[in-house]
């Protein structure tokens, strides 16, 4: 794991002390064991190396023998072995045993085609030397960042330049990126509770590469393609009426202990992530099956798992007994290790918390992983958790709402019967919808924004597929909740030099899910019913048939309650009075019912709030800090590249 960093179309780089080194710089704590460069005319490479495969060798940039690609590289692709077989029969030769080198190789072989092969992470950067070409690539589902930013030229004679990173913090360093904050995606935020639904991030003129996609640079300009036909692929899959459920049950547990197994590859400590939810606990108690098989694929586990958790005793959402259930029902010993994140040390990490995420988060919930992420470093390298999994086999209520709406259209019969069956569930659902549509105090978040600032945005809107379960899945996976929460850990474990890994995001696994019977995603009331009976007998009941869904989470709304003194400073503060986004009086207001329980509003309007203002205060009021270290240490400002100016529109393309 790493962070890859760099530029097209700029003057050759002073390597330790111009523009490569304050990029690098600022992504240090991606990658800690080594870093290197690479310039080559207009375009120049910084990579800051996290070792887990092959340590000894792999060392970024690396270059072909004949010296046309280089290439720098952060990610995993676990299949390494397969294609470094198929290549060698095609009589290309390796000297490393590390998948970077097998990832150049297939590159040089098959172009951007090779993207597709890949099975795993990854945010990739390739200089073909030939023909001055640079090509930009992300991963099917965009586990790994990559961003990008236009740096306009300001003279007839010289070409736009660009600059590419894993985190958006190199850019800032960079001293060629004027700060402006994206007045859209700021509002679609505080409006609707979205973001990272598209190329789109909070900093104007900085997008990231979207799932899938790859991006070239040349003297002939920039050209954005696809290399993964993934979602259109699931959107149009057509499930079998009904299948054997042993034998699907049987060869979806088969599929998802391979993806394991294939991530448990490192040359370094693994650790699992633990929530007490069914997706981390099957993880949990498969490693344990592989464990007590002697499978050769957990010699970086150790003779014992390592699982990493956090709890909050006393508050109402606390999986502290289920994190216990899950270890309980490994048939070998687990080390478990518990962190305990209170609303003061929420407050004290703050800081760190808003400038290691980059952008703003929905809820507080990602501290949790933060925390765990944390502590983990102190044991692993690696942790695995189950991201994906609730994308994937409809693991939230709106997608069971979808599903229901479906049958009634197809099979009314069935619709009744699965609503009943599901009722429990649902009821919490309405109580919500309920509470929500009470005239008390306002509408929604719109009341608490500017006039102003909501005329300027009228043509905004946020609308998921409400009738289609397989296409609300891919929209979720693609678009809608996946690629937030992957930005959330992928921040948190970066943070403190950890590399987390995904086993449900296998392509494999994905495809062979789309493929299955509608009622082995949700039936009787059930959702993730096959990952349920995967794992019936390996879990106990308490999760396997778990009808309440936490996660990684923390009591935000207790904590808003315990910290209301500073939260309504931060709400009071002459900062947040001249956001041109709130209106002041009305958020001081809300937040006074909120706190008395008279108020319609929950806690996470107010994080919103909160989060943006917090936000602003540390990227741009006092023009913070990004290019020294983990923490983001300050940077120097350094001077405009000869010949260009800050670009800070949109990229077009």
């Given amino acids: 794991m790493c962070g890859i960093a760099g530029y097209f179309g700029l003057e050759p780089d002073?390597?330790?002390?111009?523009?490569?080194?304050?990029?690098?710089?600022?992504?240090?704590?991606?990658?800690?064991?080594?870093?290197?460069?690479?310039?080559d005319g207009p375009m120049g490479m910084a990579h800051q190396r996290l070792s887990i495969i092959d340590r000894e060798g792999g060392h970024q940039p690396m270059t072909t023998a004949d010296g046309r690609f280089t290439l720098s590289y952060n990610g995993e692709v676990y299949n390494y072995r397969d294609l470094r077989a198929e290549l060698e029969a095609l009589t290309r030769t390796f000297v490393t045993e590390s998948d970077t080198e097998v990832v150049l190789q297939a590159f040089a072989e098959w172009g951007p085609a090779a993207f597709d092969r890949f099975n795993g992470m990854f945010a990739i950067a390739v200089w073909d030397r030939d023909e001055a070409r640079l090509t930009l690539a992300r991963d099917h589902f965009g586990i790994k960042p990559l961003h990008l930013c236009r740096i306009a030229a300001t003279t007839a004679d010289t070409a736009d330049g660009w600059l590419f990173s894993s985190e958006i913090k190199p850019i800032l360093a960079s001293g060629l990126y004027e700060r402006a904050p994206d007045e859209t995606t700021i509002y679609r935020y505080l409006r609707y509770?979205?973001?990272?639904?598209?190329?789109?991030?909070?900093?104007?003129?900085?997008?990231?590469?979207?799932?899938?996609?790859?991006?070239?640079?040349?003297?002939a300009g920039l050209e954005r393609g696809r290399f993964s036909s993934l979602p259109d692929d699931l959107a149009a899959a057509t499930a079998p009426a009904q299948g054997h459920r042993p034998?699907?049950?049987?060869?979806?547990?088969?599929?998802?202990?391979?993806?394991?197994?294939?991530?448990?590859?490192?040359?370094?400590?693994?650790?699992t992530s633990l929530s007490g939810g069914l997706d981390s606990s099957a993880i949990t108690v498969l490693i344990d099956r592989l464990l007590g098989e002697n499978d050769p694929s957990t010699a970086a586990v150790g003779p014992q798992q390592s699982t990493f958790s956090a709890v909050f005793t006393g508050y109402r959402n606390d999986e502290e007994r289920y994190v216990d259930d899950a270890t309980g029902a490994c048939t070998r010993a687990v080390n478990v290790t518990k962190v305990r994140p209170s609303s003061s040390e929420l407050i004290d990490d703050l800081t760190d918390f808003v400038r290691t995420q980059e952008e703003p988060v929905i809820s507080t919930g990602p501290y949790a992983q933060y925390r765990v992420m944390q502590e983990a470093s102190k044991h692993v390298t690696v942790m695995l958790d189950g991201q994906g999994a609730d994308e994937m086999l409809a693991g939230y209520v709106p997608q069971l709402v979808v599903h229901l709406r479906h049958l009634m259209k197809s099979d009314r019969r069935a619709a009744l019967t699965e609503l009943f069956a599901s009722r429990d569930v649902l009821a919490h659902l309405a109580a919500e919808k309920v509470r929500s549509l009470r005239p008390r105090h306002g509408a929604g978040a719109a009341t608490l924004?500017?006039?102003?600032?909501?005329?300027?945005?009228?043509?905004?809107?946020?609308?998921?597929?409400?009738?289609?379960?397989?296409?609300?899945?891919?929209?979720?996976?693609?678009?809608?909740?996946?690629?937030?929460?992957?930005?959330?850990?992928?921040r948190n474990s970066m943070r403190f030099s950890?590399?987390?890994?995904?086993?449900?995001?296998?392509?494999?696994?994905?495809?062979?899910?789309f493929a299955l019977p509608d009622d082995s995603i949700i039936h009787g009331g059930w959702n993730k019913l096959v990952l349920r009976e995967a794992t019936a007998g390996l879990l106990p009941p308490s999760i396997n048939q778990r009808r309440n869904k936490i996660g990684f989470t923390v009591p935000q709304h207790e904590w808003f309650h315990e910290q209301r003194e500073l939260i309504d400073q931060i709400f009071r503060s002459e900062s947040f009075a001249n956001r041109p986004y709130f209106d002041h009086s009305a958020v001081l207001t809300a937040f006074e019912r909120w706190l008395s329980g008279s108020g319609q509003l929950d806690s996470m309007v107010f994080w919103r709030m909160l989060n943006v203002e917090l936000w602003l205060r540390e990227f741009f009021d006092d023009a913070p800090s990004t290019g020294g270290d983990a923490q983001g240490a300050t940077e120097e400002h350094r001077p405009e590249a000869p010949g260009h100016r800050v670009a800070s529109t949109r990229v077009r393309t």
């Fill in 14 to 39: 002073r390597v330790d002390d111009g523009l490569l080194g304050r990029m690098a710089r600022a992504q240090r704590h991606r990658g800690p064991d080594e870093s290197g460069t690479f310039v």
């Fill in 498 to 513: 950890v590399e987390g890994r995904v086993p449900f995001l296998d392509p494999n696994l994905v495809r062979s899910v």
């Fill in 449 to 490: 924004l500017r006039s102003d600032f909501l005329t300027a945005h009228t043509g905004q809107t946020y609308a998921v597929q409400g009738t289609d379960l397989r296409r609300r899945l891919v929209h979720d996976l693609f678009v809608g909740s996946l690629p937030a929460l992957l930005r959330y850990e992928d």
């Fill in 193 to 219: 509770r979205v973001h990272d639904d598209g190329p789109a991030t909070f900093f104007a003129g900085i997008e990231r590469l979207l799932p899938g996609e790859t991006l070239t640079l040349s003297s």
């Fill in 247 to 271: 034998a699907v049950t049987a060869a979806f547990r088969e599929r998802l202990t391979t993806s394991i197994a294939l991530r448990l590859r490192s040359d370094v400590p693994i650790g």
